[in-house]
């Protein structure tokens, strides 16, 4: 019985979620970091900050790549008008930051396809070119090993 009426709680907080969020996000949007208008950019700036905080907890150095890979998705950030992040190093073997390398570079993939199909916008275009910049960066530190 108890566990019946928990799986209803449960369902009835997730409903209530699915049904609230996009107010919540309409709310968000309008907030838009206080200049009075929402950027337009701010799901590609949570992606880059994401690529970019797995980037910095990487342990590895990859030959100075990851640096200079994790630099420009600082730039590329800037240029949408994103705060970058500083993430702490996480201790993992070189297969797992070999791993963790490669996913960085499958987001940098998604998120440059992402800033070419926008708008001509010329923070697009400026994001774009350090973002293909941090994906060769990637590239070359996994050819490091």
């Known amino acids: 019985m108890k566990t019946h009426l928990l799986r209803l709680a449960v369902m009835v907080v997730g409903l209530a979620v699915v049904c609230l969020l996009p107010g919540l996000e309409a709310t968000a949007q309008k907030k838009g970091g206080g200049s009075g208008a929402a950027n337009p ?20 150095d990859y030959k100075g790549f990851r640096g200079k890979a994790a630099h420009q998705i600082t730039q590329g950030l800037r240029a949408l008008k994103g705060t970058p992040v500083n993430a702490k190093k996480v201790n993992e073997s070189k297969d797992q930051s070999d791993a963790r390398m490669n996913q960085v570079g499958r987001n940098l993939l998604i998120i440059a396809d992402q800033l070419s199909t926008a708008p001509n916008d010329p923070n697009c275009v400026t994001s774009l070119k350090h973002v293909l910049q941090a994906i060769e960066d990637v590239s070359q530190a996994l050819k490091s090993r």
Do not use: G, K
């Open 41 to 60: 950019y701010l799901i590609l700036i949570d992606e880059m900050r994401t690529t970019q905080a797995l980037l910095e907890e990487c342990p590895w």
